[in-house]
């Protein structure tokens, strides 16, 4: 290998290092010359997501950002395909690295899935459509390879079971805030006659004569949970309650998906759900709701910045416990029939206590946003976390800027600083990413945000978004 000494770095393996040549030329031919192109094919991968996000503070946001449809109303829609051996098409879907995942995803299992852009007299960001058509299932397996990197991948075992009678699903992976473990959608599966295993890691589930409507109790309040229950028991035989669902509107936008193409779902939005099993469910057209989330988002960034932006498509039924925490926090906030407009002009922001919960409480999707607002608040804030364990993997990050924050269990206090600075942080997930992103608007000099792969999953083009505001914002690829 000494032929490979002008080089950028290496890759370490047990008992062997690869050089990397320089030149990506010459590493090309001596990838494919060797018996180590495979690891060429992995480095190329990883220098897709090495882009980074800088950001020079103190900028307001003024304008008008177009809302996204939501990516956790897309994925399950996405696999609610699989019920179904017509085509189901769906709009307003994000670009969303979590969005392309799925669809490879789908893919190994045979399903056809054609993606159209944006239409002619259509506006910026109205996402895109989606034909997805499952009508020949050729694999019934969800590999490890493919499950580990996107936890809602496991949802693919109840449509397959549903319609298949049998389906092999990895344990699956995602973001590094908490275990979030599947027994409650195993549990689910069982009370509707399933047969579970687990061995190797996979998940191995049989229904030989197919999934049967029972009754479905969750202990805690389960998203997950619920959307594999209604999936699951719209093919079953019978009638299936499921008692202390969770609320979410992206379980109502999935119900309502699911009726279109002939399931008997009702309750959706509240926590009993019933759900009639038919024979067989057919295509629909559907489009994805606004993204409650993303909203969010950018009224605390605007919050944070100062500024007046229109959140376009916003619905406020939506997100109502968090315009309340930013009306609390000196935020002014109105509806229109555009959306949502948020306005913070020359008004310090106020501290506010605030704790978590599921629907129609405040969203733990928004708990990292909150505190990097909340660190430039006038006074002392508390956020408590209830949903998810290691979700303040943020706070060390947050530091960075100067931030304040002490930790006592579930509960943390953010003591308000006059004053940010910009510095290198690194996001540990989605949510912790763009609470970063948030801060650096505001810090004094130059923010650099690693590792966005993560903003990827869950943001859509968010720099464009925010520069076209007035941000002084930039990707850097390397």
């Not at 694999?139 to 389906?167: C, G, K, N, Q």
Request: net charge neutral; charged share 20%.
């Amino acid at each position: 290998m000494r032929h490979c000494a002008s080089k950028v770095g290496a890759v370490e393996r047990p008992g062997m290092t690869i050089f990397i040549p320089s030149n990506r030329r010459k590493f090309q031919a001596f990838a494919t010359s060797t018996r180590f192109a495979v690891y060429f094919i992995r480095i190329t991968r990883v220098d897709a997501h090495m882009d980074r996000i800088r950001i020079v503070g103190g900028n307001e946001l003024n304008g008008t950002i177009p809302i996204s449809g939501a990516k956790n109303a897309a994925l399950p829609l996405m696999i609610a395909a699989l019920l179904t051996d017509d085509t189901l098409v769906l709009d307003n879907v994000p670009r969303l690295a979590d969005v392309a995942q799925l669809q490879r995803i789908l893919g190994n299992h045979g399903v056809d899935i054609t993606a159209m852009g944006k239409r002619p007299g259509d506006r910026e960001y109205c996402g895109q459509t989606l034909h997805i058509s499952a009508a020949n299932i050729i694999d019934t397996t969800a590999p490890y390879d493919l499950v580990s990197r996107m936890r809602a991948s496991f949802w693919v075992i109840a449509p397959l079971l549903a319609r298949m009678h049998e389906a092999k699903v990895s344990l699956p992976g995602g973001c590094a805030i908490g275990t979030r473990p599947v027994d409650l959608l195993i549990m689910a599966l069982e009370k509707l006659g399933a047969e579970i295993s687990i061995d190797g890691g996979y998940v191995i589930a049989k229904a030989p004569g197919g999934l049967r409507g029972a009754r479905i109790d969750f202990p805690k309040v389960t998203v997950s949970g619920t959307h594999v229950a209604v999936m699951a028991a719209s093919l079953a035989k019978g009638t299936t309650i499921i008692g202390n669902a969770a609320c979410e509107p992206e379980i109502r936008d999935v119900a309502s998906c699911l009726n279109e193409m002939g399931a008997r779902v009702s309750g959706a939005g509240t926590c009993r759900i019933v759900v009639e099993g038919v024979d067989r469910l057919h295509g629909a057209r559907h489009t994805v709701l606004p993204d409650r989330i993303e909203a969010g988002t950018y009224a605390m960034a605007v919050a944070m910045t100062g500024g007046d932006v229109q959140l376009a498509g916003a619905r406020p039924e939506l997100l109502q416990s968090a315009l309340d925490v930013l009306e609390q926090a000196g935020v002014q906030i109105s509806v229109n029939d555009e959306g949502i407009r948020v306005a913070r002009n020359g008004a310090g922001i106020r501290p506010v206590t605030v704790k978590t919960a599921p629907f129609p409480g405040f969203p733990t999707d928004l708990q990292a946003q909150l505190m990097a607002l909340m660190v430039g608040a006038q006074g002392s804030s508390q956020i408590t976390e209830t949903i998810f364990e290691n979700r303040f993997m943020h706070v060390q990050e947050l530091a960075r800027f100067g931030a304040r924050i002490s930790l006592d269990g579930e509960t943390a206090r953010i003591d308000g600083i006059a004053a940010l600075r910009g510095a290198p942080v690194m996001a540990t997930d989605l949510r912790a990413s763009v609470s970063l992103v948030i801060a650096g608007l505001a810090a004094e000099g130059e923010t650099m945000v690693n590792r966005v792969y993560h903003l990827d999953r869950g943001f859509e083009r968010l720099e464009h978004k925010l520069k076209a505001c007035g941000a002084a914002i930039e990707r850097i690829s390397d």
